[in-house]
Every structure is written in structure tokens, then in C-alpha cells.
């Protein structure tokens, strides 16, 4: 197999573009498909500095490195839930990527940000730990982009992650999560715009990228994953694309060209998915008539410790 640029020994084959590359192309190439992918969205237009949440994963370390490159002020994040060594390993793998490409980052601890450790969090908030985990990073994510000056943040989901929750919301007729899926989520009052510029990127490619470069991401697993869903609707997906190469792209990119712009209807939108009131405290968006979740969790762990309880 040969690259389909200089007719070195290819590094990758990528069946749904009809291209192998080696390694100096296939790094070209990425680069390209995520500058485009900015470019199609128009992700940056401020022109301001880029709030990157970095789990220690592949696709957040890809995507901070990715984005460095392209010339992006990055200011990248890292939140340590204290998961245990699943948790210690990530931040490990974050600092020592940090040092070695001389990119900054800043950390975080759960317990710093909520002030409570997770477990008391479950604990108090009656949420499952993937759902709890999803909101509070959400949440702190945007608070510290707006606190680091940034009106952009940038998160990791290539696009497998974006068919899986496709898919998911399609299943389950989730039209409200349907049509918020978009590479791009404006700004609003209190809220930076959210963007996906991986999502032109699969799994396995941003696998060999980070392989590539040398990149560890964490071997270990979170202890929260078992029972997830979004590996089953992946490997269904990479089925497909086994006889149907250019398939996962055409899903995603298929439905944002044939729904996302046609039906823009107020009913699609207006749905549990779309919260419209605002936190008092925070400003934040939130589906509660008063406090948002966040800060209503976060009063509640304050009343257990001053009771003694935590």
C-alpha cells in the first residue's frame, strides 16, 4: 500500500475518501480536514482566544494539538473528577503532553469546583455518574471559558461521536436533542459558542494520528463506562462502514444538510432539550424555574457540610 500522494509506504488507508497516506500526508490531511471544518462552520470568527477541554483522551489531546498548530490561541482544561487511577492516569497524560509541547494547562479538581468529592455529588443529586459527570463538565467548562476570556470552546467529538448520538436520538425520537446536534452552538448571554471541529475525523484516524505523534492517552478505562450505550452504536456504525465506507459521513453531514437548515421549526426546538429560563445566580441556561442545577446541587452541599454531614 502506497500513499496516494508520494507513493511512500502508506501509514493509513482511508477507504471512504479512496486514499492511503503516509505519515507526513496523513498529518497534512488532518490538518486540512480540520481547517475546513472550521472554515465550512465558521467556528472562530471572534477571533479570540479558544477554551479546549482536555479529558486525556485522544480526540481533546488531538484536537488541542491540532488546533495549536493551525496558528489558535488554545487555552486548554483539564478536570479531574477523582475517579480514582482512571482520574490520576488522565492528568498524568495531560501534564506530561503539556510539557512536552510547551502548551499550558490549566487543572481542576471536582472537588475544587463543586465542593464535594463525585460520590457525595451522586450521592445528593440522585443523578446516574454519567449524567451528573456530562452536566457538571458542561457547566464549568463554559463558567472557565468565560473566565479565561475565551467566547469559544472547543470540545473533542469526532465523528463517530456524533453518529452515535445521532443515532441514539433518533431511536428514541429525542427531536429536541435532534435538532440542538450541530457542529457549532452559537454564543449566548452567559453561555460561549460550543464547536466541534473534529467532526470530519473518525475514531481510528484520530487514533493514528495520536499514535503518530506519540501521544498517550490513558489505558484504563472509567469505572462510571460500564452499560454505556455509544460503544454499541459505534460498532454498529463500523460495521456498515466495513461494506460502506463513506457511510458514517453521510449520516451526519446527510442530516445536517437535509434537516438542520430546512426545518428550523420553533416546535423542534422548544422541547425538554432546550432549556429557556436563566439561573438567577449564574446566569446560566437551565429547564428549572429557579436555580439551575449546578447551583442548586452546590447550596445542597453547602447544608451538609455546615450540618456535619460531609
Not at 487555552?75 to 482520574?87: L, P
Not at 472557565?144 to 472547543?154: E, I, Q, S
Amino acid at each position: 500500500m502506497k500513499c496516494t500522494v508520494c507513493k511512500d509506504p502508506a501509514f493509513i488507508k482511508i477507504p471512504r475518501h479512496n486514499a492511503a497516506f503516509c505519515e507526513t500526508h496523513f498529518h497534512e490531511h488532518v490538518l486540512r480536514q480540520v481547517s475546513r471544518t472550521v472554515k465550512n462552520y465558521r467556528m472562530f470568527e471572534n477571533h479570540g482566544p479558544i477554551l479546549v477541554g482536555v479529558s486525556g483522551g485522544k480526540d481533546s489531546m488531538g484536537a488541542w494539538k491540532i488546533l495549536s498548530e493551525l496558528g489558535y490561541h488554545v487555552i486548554a482544561v483539564h478536570i479531574n473528577n477523582g475517579f480514582g487511577a482512571y482520574s490520576r492516569e488522565s492528568e498524568e497524560k495531560v501534564r506530561r503532553f503539556s510539557d512536552q509541547q510547551q502548551l499550558p494547562v490549566h487543572v481542576y479538581t471536582f472537588k475544587a469546583l463543586m465542593g464535594c468529592e463525585f460520590d457525595e455529588a451522586c450521592r445528593l443529586s440522585g443523578k446516574p455518574p454519567c449524567s451528573l459527570c456530562g452536566t457538571v463538565k458542561r457547566y464549568f467548562l463554559n463558567r472557565l471559558a468565560l473566565d479565561h476570556g475565551c467566547n469559544t470552546l472547543a470540545t473533542g467529538h469526532n465523528l463517530d461521536d456524533e453518529n452515535a448520538a445521532l443515532f441514539s436520538n433518533v431511536l428514541h425520537w429525542y427531536i429536541g436533542y435532534m435538532f440542538r446536534q450541530s457542529p457549532v452552538l452559537p454564543a449566548e448571554k452567559g453561555m460561549a459558542a460550543r464547536v466541534k471541529p473534529l467532526v470530519m475525523m473518525t475514531d481510528r484516524e484520530m487514533q493514528k494520528f495520536i499514535e503518530m505523534h506519540q501521544i498517550e492517552a490513558p489505558k484504563s478505562v472509567c469505572p462510571h463506562s460500564k452499560g454505556a450505550t455509544s460503544p454499541v452504536y459505534k460498532d454498529t456504525f463500523n460495521s456498515l462502514a466495513a461494506r460502506m465506507p463513506g457511510i458514517k459521513a453521510e449520516f451526519y453531514f446527510g442530516f445536517l444538510r437535509t434537516f438542520k437548515d430546512q426545518l428550523p421549526l420553533p416546535e423542534h426546538r422548544e422541547s425538554e432539550a432546550e432549556p429557556v429560563n436563566r439561573c438567577p445566580i449564574c446566569g446560566y441556561k437551565t429547564i428549572k424555574p429557579d436555580k439551575c442545577f449546578i447551583c442548586d446541587l452546590k447550596e445542597r452541599i453547602a447544608a451538609e457540610k455546615e450540618a456535619g454531614k460531609l
